[in-house]
């Protein structure tokens, strides 16, 4: 089954601990991305990858960091959390064809 | 730039009443596409349907249709006959397409819409 799989699918952490949100597809797909999605702001863009070793920033880069060691795993990392990085955090996977979403990732960071 | 305006941030319905939520879109491409997604309170991403610029036939789903009119450079969802489990965020998006072809999307703000049994 073709999937975008994220962990932890919730998360509850402090300031300043540093985390990573994993992801990872199984459909060979060489271009994947991270998004926030925040009330009222719909989603946006943080960072995306189109292959291993690309990455580049989106509309929100600000505080994160991602990696692109292998073509199904693009985790996002965030060094130092901060309050206003509390949101739910999807990662998708697309082809030219076709984009797939994970289940996203709550994170609230306290 | 590429936009996408929902503006209708709300919507309340009583169930079997048809409603249309509104997408406006912005972008200098000539070619890019258009997408719906539906996010029910579980919280995951539905996608609903992709429309390419080039075709502005209008598409039918069961009870869902969409009108696309790059006149107006809107891109409508209908719902017929609205039920319970239409209840969701609805977000219209819009892929910029780099040379590769990949999808980077760029989202609306989304319509809550509600039905009321």
């Known amino acids: 089954e073709a999937q975008v799989t994220q962990n932890p699918r919730y998360l509850i952490t402090v300031t300043g601990k540093k985390l990573t949100v994993t992801c990872s597809q199984n459909m060979n797909h060489e271009y994947m991305s991270w998004y926030r999605q925040d009330p009222g702001l719909g989603l946006r863009q943080i960072y995306y990858s189109m292959n291993v070793e690309v990455t580049d920033k989106g509309d929100v880069p600000e505080g994160y960091k991602v990696s692109r060691k292998e073509k199904r795993n693009f985790p996002l990392i965030l060094e130092s959390p901060s309050p206003n990085q509390t949101s739910l955090y999807f990662c998708a996977s697309s082809s030219s064809n076709e984009q797939f979403f994970g289940p996203g990732t709550r994170l609230t960071v306290l | 730039a590429q936009k996408v305006t929902q503006a209708q941030t709300e919507i309340s319905v009583v169930e079997k009443e048809d409603v249309t939520l509104d997408c406006v879109y912005e972008t200098r491409d000539t070619t890019y596409y258009l997408f719906w997604y539906k996010q029910p309170p579980s919280g995951e991403l539905v996608f609903l349907i992709r429309r390419n610029s080039f075709d502005e036939q209008n598409e039918i789903s069961g009870r869902y249709s969409w009108n696309f009119q790059k006149s107006t450079s809107s891109f409508n969802f209908t719902i017929t006959a609205s039920q319970v489990v239409d209840s969701a965020v609805y977000f219209c998006?819009?892929?910029?397409?780099?040379?590769?072809?990949?999808?980077?999307?760029?989202f609306g703000t989304g319509t809550r819409l509600t039905v009321i049994p």
């Open positions: 998006a819009l892929s910029d397409l780099p040379s590769t072809g990949a999808n980077n999307l760029f």
